[in-house]
């Protein structure tokens, strides 16, 4: 069946450093792909999108580019803040478009 | 616009008893989704609903059940709980976009404890 595959974390990093957290999947078909970010004590926020191949989604510096080649779609930022601390989930929608299958999480630690 | 709402926000419960969670979508949204988030097995799907019809389930047993209003408020029922059953449960609503992707919207969640 499909499934998510990210790296496990914990991703601890100094402020201004580079992020990346790896993401890899596997579906039948072309599924939607998905960031969202948890922080400690509430539910699960939308941070990004893509919908099809070579898309590139983007919200609040952070960014990920829908790879169908790699089955990829890693999750970067240039230079993180203590704020990004969180937990990252990856995920895709499945063939009927109406559940989400997500990875593991990848919790990262940002200090300054 | 008000966001995903879930009550109660945090409940405990002895085995055996069972429990019924609530969740109101965001306004115009009519597809209301359950997950379950556990540190052991992560997310996972528990059901979906539209316009009063579920229309994908997940892998959980019977004991797990759910139903939409004409509001497209939900609710989600677990009967005879078990201690495994203590969790998060995520309450996610979503309106089908132009591109044809759910994009889903989540509420706070509701903690349950099992003891």
């Known amino acids: 069946g499909d499934s998510v595959t990210q790296m496990e974390g914990p991703v601890t990093l100094s402020e201004e450093a580079c992020l990346t957290i790896?993401?890899?999947?596997?579906?039948?078909?072309?599924?939607?792909l998905f960031w969202y970010v948890q922080y400690p004590g509430e539910g699960l926020q939308l941070l990004l999108k893509a919908t099809k191949a070579d898309d590139k989604g983007s919200n609040k510096g952070f960014e990920a580019t829908y790879r169908k080649e790699t089955t990829s779609f890693h999750l970067e930022k240039g230079s993180v803040q203590v704020s990004d601390s969180a937990v990252y989930f990856c995920?895709?929608?499945?063939?009927?478009?109406?559940?989400?299958?997500f990875g593991k999480g990848t919790t990262l630690s940002v200090s300054s | 616009k008000a966001g995903v709402t879930q009550t109660p926000r945090y409940l405990i419960k002895t085995r055996g008893q069972q429990v019924t969670l609530s969740c109101s979508p965001i306004s115009g949204h009519r597809s209301v989704s359950w997950y379950q988030q556990t540190p052991g097995q992560g997310l996972q799907f528990l059901f979906e609903?539209?316009?009063?019809?579920?229309?994908n389930k997940g892998n959980f047993p019977g004991r797990f059940s759910g139903r939409q209003f004409s509001n497209s408020r939900s609710e989600m029922n677990v009967s005879t709980l078990e201690l495994g059953d203590s969790a998060l449960y995520l309450c996610?609503?979503?309106?089908?976009?132009?591109?044809?992707?759910?994009?889903?919207?989540f509420g706070p969640g509701t903690r349950l404890t099992v003891t």
């Open positions: 790896n993401c890899t999947y596997t579906a039948t078909g072309y599924p939607s």
């Open positions: 995920a895709l929608s499945d063939q009927a478009g109406t559940a989400l299958i």
């Open positions: 996610a609503s979503s309106l089908f976009g132009v591109t044809g992707s759910y994009e889903q919207y």
């Open positions: 609903y539209f316009s009063e019809t579920q229309r």
